[in-house]
């Protein structure tokens, strides 16, 4: 045992604030509904991600919420998209792309299913380091790299990389130590599960295996590289470039074939589905 599930958390729209569970079923897609919406941007046909904060800025100060329970093999139900200024708007709605366009300043639609080769955008801050993936090309004042979307996620969703990222309380509470000044809340690296875990220090780095709990299977793959969202505003978050450079000078590893970068937490797929609830036991089995 390592620990038991402190939270659950799901984003309906991606790059929008989602909703905190108490339970949820996951399917080889993940927490259901997660990143199951996601605005395109109709110019470039890329998918919209708070990731190019000088196209999208307020993007994460966004929420979304369903309006009602996901269930698996049925379509998404709509989702309520509050604004930063509190107006809200249904994704069924049929205004919802001319206002949600009209806020940006900028033609978006929404999305249930990635295209083929859908590509998503990054702004790349110094401070994540000089080992920069993807295609690359100078852009907003600095390298804006695209990435191909979902990763190694079913073929289209929205994911940046995989279906599920697993954060640990350890490594929140190693990074508040290493920057005390600063607020280290689980929202600025969007986690679908959070562990409370008694270790100390980033105890991610050196798991390998499935996590398993309530029958859920979550097959550890790297950890997950941090970017520039985790510097950005959002609720009662500031602005705060320092948190990323705060991991970079203290947990720069290996992200896989990635290379070193500024980690936190640890990505993972579904190797079996089930429901998962807060509280439940979490085990770690060895690789096989």
Not at 16 to 27: D, K, Q, S
Not at 43 to 49: C, D, F, L, M, N
Not at 199 to 225: Q, Y
Not at 233 to 252: C, F, H, I, K
């Amino acid at each position: 045992m390592v620990g038991t599930i402190a939270s659950l958390h799901r984003y309906p729209v991606k790059s929008m604030a989602g909703e905190r569970l108490e339970v949820c079923p996951v399917t080889d897609a993940g927490l259901i509904g997660d990143r199951g919406y996601a605005l395109i941007d109709a110019e470039t046909g890329k998918i919209v991600s708070a990731k190019r904060p000088q196209l999208w800025p307020d993007l994460l100060e966004f929420r979304a919420t369903f309006v009602s329970e996901p269930t698996p093999g049925e379509p998404l139900p709509p989702a309520t998209i509050t604004f930063p200024d509190g107006a809200s708007v249904r994704t069924d709605d049929p205004d919802v792309e001319d206002r949600l366009s009209s806020h940006f300043n900028r033609k978006v639609t929404l999305s249930t299913s990635a295209a083929p080769g859908a590509v998503i955008e990054e702004f790349w801050l110094e401070d994540k380091g000089p080992n920069v993936y993807g295609e690359q090309r100078p852009d907003d004042g600095g390298i804006v790299t695209d990435f191909p979307a979902s990763g190694v996620a079913p073929a289209g969703t929205h994911f940046d990389f995989s279906a599920l990222h697993v954060l640990t309380t350890s490594t929140l509470d190693a990074l508040r130590r290493a920057y005390p000044s600063g607020k280290i809340d689980e929202r600025r690296f969007r986690p679908n599960v959070v562990i409370a875990t008694e270790a100390d220090g980033f105890v991610e780095n050196d798991w390998e295996g499935v996590l398993e709990a309530d029958g859920v299977g979550m097959a550890l793959m790297i950890p997950t590289p941090r970017c520039v969202m985790t510097t950005l505003a959002q609720g009662d978050l500031d602005r705060d470039p320092a948190v990323l450079r705060t991991m970079a000078e203290y947990n720069m590893i290996r992200a896989g074939g990635l290379g070193e970068l500024p980690c936190a937490g640890i990505y993972a797929s579904v190797a079996s589905g089930g429901t998962l609830r807060v509280g439940a036991e979490v085990t770690l089995s060895a690789k096989q």
